[in-house]
């Protein structure tokens, strides 16, 4: 009953975060090859991206009971960057989260996390994960990209 209430009910109430489609444009621009991963399901997911208009700017999405494990396991990421053809090692991905089990899958599968916080943020992640970054929302992400970008 849970799964078909939330599959006719969970696009809804949907809403972005503030300055989340500014990043996705700034990563776009600067052709940075964007995906995601996710502890929901694929279809879910994907449902999600499409309602916002988002299909455009992902390369690959990897969704719960997709890779062998699923978050906070390292593999949902590592197939995202394998279906993404990704030329490059985890450690050059920038995993971009909000959780802790994001920081652990980013740790596990050796790639650099930013961590975005929240008002549900704990704050023992910087002792246990030490993410690469930490920004208090997706308007300070963005800010980060664009100064990134001009160095």
């Known amino acids: 009953h849970f799964e078909t209430y939330v ?3 969970h696009l809804k109430d949907i809403i972005a975060l503030p300055g989340a489609i500014d990043v996705l444009q700034t990563l776009k621009k600067l052709g940075i090859p964007t995906g995601v ?6 279809a879910f997911i994907r449902a999600e991206i499409t309602n916002f208009g988002w299909d455009h700017f992902f390369v690959s999405i990897v969704g719960a009971a997709e890779a062998a494990h699923d978050k906070p396991s390292g593999a949902p990421l590592l197939l995202a960057i394998e279906k993404a053809n990704i030329p490059h090692p985890p450690s050059d991905i920038w995993f971009v989260g909000d959780t802790e089990t994001d920081l652990a899958c980013a740790k596990e599968a ?9 008002p549900h943020s704990e704050q023992p992640y910087s002792e246990k994960y030490s993410p690469a970054l930490v920004v208090a929302n997706c308007h300070a992400l963005n800010d980060f990209l664009l100064q990134y970008s001009q160095n």
């Open 37 to 42: 991963v996710s502890n929901k399901k694929g």
């Open 7 to 9: 599959r006719q009910n």
């Open 110 to 118: 050796g790639s650099p996390c930013i961590f975005v916080t929240t």
